[in-house]
């Protein structure tokens, strides 16, 4: 773990703005968002389109062209992300934050060994011997607690179960021991079973590392139970920031609507509420 104080922020972002220019005019697709983060586990959630993944891919400087990334601060450890140079980047990104996705086929190379995209990871990042980077990469896989980490040393991608490709990629995003670590719909392609194991290996490594970890996800259930906080999103925009035990206390009626669209068990029988959006929740 990198050298930063416990009590500074490992993320500081504000006035985040990107936008895409598109044939079909401006899309603003983050509107203005600010906010900052500790060695805590905090939800982003908002639905399909309102800008989570967005924002996760400009802390990693990951937006594509043709979106144009702008804000008055997006530091990430201490490290200005909007001035970072390539070679800043390459140490920003696995260094201090790195980013697992919803399917590990766009994160791992299908053409290469779990280990040797391990090691790889590791070497760019820490100066150590083939040998000790092999151990490390041992090490990651038991830390997912993958029981045969010989056998996924060996396997291509395409020889694990989702949920074992999804903890493979955890465990070459954590080797590399960064200080935030960005999970965008991490679980949303597993079976509940997988799902509940997956959250629970990143629960663990979360707190027994101290590091931050950011959970996008349109789940608020989900995202509530897992996080000490919750952003809300909506059209490009933070509406409304919560710790998540107080989600009851919610007053925007966005995040109202999305916990009255739960489903209950207790009101099987009854229909589930559709949202019901007002425009004005879209205006700056
Ligand atoms: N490369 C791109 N080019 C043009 N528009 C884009 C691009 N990437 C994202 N957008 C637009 O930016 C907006 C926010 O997209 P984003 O993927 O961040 O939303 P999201 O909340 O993560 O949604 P989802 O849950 O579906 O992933 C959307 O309107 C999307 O169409």
Redesign the pocket.
């Known amino acids: 773990m990198t050298s930063i104080s416990p009590e500074a922020p490992l993320l500081e972002v504000e006035g985040l703005r990107v936008s895409?220019a598109?044939q079909r005019g401006l899309?603003e697709?983050v509107r203005g968002v600010s906010f900052a983060m500790g060695r805590e586990k905090l939800g982003i959630v908002?639905e399909?389109?309102?800008?989570?993944?967005?924002i996760g891919r400009a802390l990693m400087r990951l937006v594509?062209s043709p979106?144009v990334v702008t804000g008055q601060k997006l530091k990430v450890g201490g490290k200005d992300v909007l001035s970072a140079n390539e070679r800043d980047l390459q140490g920003l990104r696995g260094g201090k934050i790195a980013m697992i996705m919803q399917d590990p086929k766009f994160s791992l190379n299908p053409v290469m060994r779990i280990g040797t995209q391990i090691e790889e990871a590791i070497r760019m990042h820490r100066r150590v011997t083939r040998k000790a980077a092999r151990a490390h990469a041992m090490e990651a896989l038991l830390a997912v607690r993958i029981s045969n980490p010989e056998r996924v040393y060996h396997c291509f991608p395409h020889e694990l179960s989702g949920g074992m490709g999804q903890r493979a990629m955890i465990a070459m995003m954590l080797s590399t021991q960064p200080d935030v670590l960005i999970a965008d719909e991490p679980t949303s392609a597993l079976d509940v079973t997988v799902q509940a194991q997956v959250l629970a290996i990143l629960d663990d490594l979360v707190s027994r590392r101290g590091m931050g970890l950011i959970m996008?996800s349109?789940d608020l259930e989900l995202v509530a139970s897992f996080c000490d906080r919750v952003l809300v999103?909506y059209a490009g925009r933070i509406v409304e920031t919560l710790e998540a035990s107080a989600l009851s206390r919610a007053v925007h009626p966005y995040t109202r609507g999305l916990i009255a669209c739960l489903p209950r068990l207790s009101e099987a029988s009854s229909r589930l509420q559709t949202m019901q959006r007002d425009p004005a929740w879209s205006q700056v």
């Open positions: 895409f598109t899309v697709a908002g399909s389109g309102s800008g989570k993944s967005t594509p979106g996008i349109h999103m």
